[in-house]
């Protein structure tokens, strides 16, 4: 079956820096991958849409500059969050979806982020 | 504006059945879309339906009435193991997910 991974799946930082997520479809070419993050006991909320080769598609109230998106190929995507503060800690989630198949997303394990 | 609602919390019996309600209003409907996500972990895939009806696949079956804009995930023979937060997602007419924020489903033996 189709699988999604991430890396790293924790991560300690402090308050300031750079933290970059990578999500990697394994065995299949994902055309669009998501970025979702879930705060505790809360629904996952969509961050950004990327399309492989074009610029990411951000939800409302997503900062751009703070969360950058790469899909630079059809098997990774990387979220990278830049000057990290504690609000920023959460379980990032990406997930991908195969080119043609709109009805479906393969999640990866997700990615815990501890600002301190 | 598009939205999803299910129960927040749901106790029920080890070997007894459950049926955890969703009901969506989204722009446009390409689906109805249920996952168990255990604590810590991220959201596994447990059943799809666009057509309605009902759809059995082992101790758990989904049903879609597209017309009242509801689902539910039906659950039999409960165990342990099935306490989880069970997540119904609608696909609107871009093919977006569009979230509930969850049913903790609570097993007690």
């Known amino acids: 079956g189709a699988v999604v991974s991430q890396h790293p799946s924790w991560v300690i930082c402090k308050s300031g820096t750079s933290v970059k997520i990578e999500c990697r479809s394994l065995?299949?070419?994902?055309?669009?991958m998501f970025w979702y993050r879930q705060f505790p006991k809360q629904s996952l909320m969509l961050m950004a849409t990327?399309?492989?080769?074009?610029?990411?598609?951000?939800e409302q109230g997503v900062e751009k500059d703070k969360f950058l998106i790469n899909h630079a190929s059809l098997t990774l995507s990387t979220l990278t969050v830049t000057s990290a503060h504690p609000e920023d800690s959460s379980f990032y989630i990406c997930?991908?979806?195969?080119?043609?198949?709109?009805?479906?997303?393969?999640f990866g394990p997700g990615t815990r982020l501890l600002v301190l | 504006g598009q939205n999803i609602d299910q129960p927040t919390e749901m106790t029920a019996t080890e070997g007894a059945i459950v049926q955890i309600n969703c009901t969506y209003q989204?722009?446009?409907?390409?689906?109805l879309f249920w996952y168990q996500q255990h604590a810590g972990e991220a959201p596994t895939f447990l059943s799809y339906?666009?057509l309605d009806g009902l759809e059995e696949k082992g101790r758990f079956s989904s049903f879609l009435s597209r017309s009242k804009g509801y689902s539910y995930l039906l659950l039999k023979e409960l165990q342990m193991k099935d306490s989880a937060s069970y997540l119904c997602?609608?696909?609107?007419?871009?093919?977006?997910?569009?979230w509930g924020a969850g049913t903790k489903l609570i097993i007690k033996p």
């Open positions: 997930s991908a979806r195969e080119g043609g198949q709109r009805e479906t997303q393969y």
């Open positions: 065995d299949f070419q994902a055309t669009t």
């Open positions: 990327s399309n492989e080769g074009s610029k990411a598609t951000y």
């Open positions: 989204t722009s446009g409907f390409n689906g």
């Open positions: 339906n666009v």
């Open positions: 997602a609608a696909m609107d007419s871009n093919y977006q997910l569009i």
